[in-house]
């Protein structure tokens, strides 16, 4: 049989207590404060640019999915007009089939990554709901060019970074730079 000094044991554990208690913290109080998404992110949504949509369909084509509905007609320029541009998100699989395969640069990946509802139908985007706009920014998935222009993505460990090159190590100081963002 093998003893160990009296006290040893809480002495190790104080040890680790200590160590975690002058350790940054690595969690953040969302949905309060966030972080910043991956620049490529595949976020759960669509973003549709109609001033670039044909009416192709090509994007509906290629979905595995079979996720996209498109109702077009004839344009009097021999164009085409799209009626009804449907994207069922709840079925989606966010691979992104389609935004590669559009001809015409007019499909995007979204941002947004919380959709979350308690009603299926809810998920179902109309071609309004799609468009681009100030709220919905494309991801820069598939598109360098959007990629470069968006902001760099803060992990947990980084995220109180304020240059970009030393981590912050001061939960005091953490508690600050809130207030700051
Ligand atoms: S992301 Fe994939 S599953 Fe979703 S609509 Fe596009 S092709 Fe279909
Ligand atoms: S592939 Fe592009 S251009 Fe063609 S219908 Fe889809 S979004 Fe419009």
Same mark, same amino acid.
């Given at each position: 049989m093998r003893f160990e000094r009296y006290g040893i044991g809480i002495i190790k554990g104080l040890m680790v207590t200590?160590? /975690? #208690?002058?350790?940054?913290?690595?969690? $953040? &109080? =969302?949905? *309060? @404060?966030? %972080?910043?998404?991956?620049?490529?992110?595949r976020g759960n949504e669509l973003v549709w640019q109609v001033s670039k949509c044909t009416g192709c369909a090509t994007c509906a084509k290629s979905c595995p999915q079979g996720n996209i509905e498109i109702v077009t007609h004839l344009g009097t320029e021999n164009n085409y007009v799209v009626d009804k541009l449907q994207v069922d998100t709840g079925k989606c699989m966010f691979c992104g089939l389609c935004v590669e395969s559009c001809p015409y640069e007019a499909l995007f990946m979204g941002r947004s990554y919380e959709r979350a509802t308690y009603r299926r139908r809810e998920l179902v985007l109309s071609k309004e709901a799609l468009e681009l706009s @100030?709220?919905? &920014? !494309?991801?820069? =998935? #598939? =598109?360098?060019?959007? *990629?470069? %222009? $968006?902001?760099? &993505?803060? %992990? %947990? $460990? =980084?995220?109180?970074? *304020?240059?970009? &090159?030393? $981590?912050?190590? #001061? !939960?005091?100081?953490?508690?600050? /730079?809130?207030?700051?963002?």
């Open positions: 200590m160590k /975690n #208690f002058l350790r940054p913290p690595i969690t $953040l &109080q =969302y949905p *309060e @404060e966030k %972080l910043i998404t991956s620049r490529r992110i @100030e709220d919905r &920014q !494309p991801s820069g =998935y #598939f =598109y360098p060019r959007i *990629e470069v %222009l $968006l902001p760099r &993505q803060t %992990l %947990l $460990l =980084y995220w109180d970074r *304020e240059d970009g &090159q030393k $981590l912050c190590w #001061f !939960p005091w100081r953490k508690k600050a /730079n809130r207030g700051r963002r």
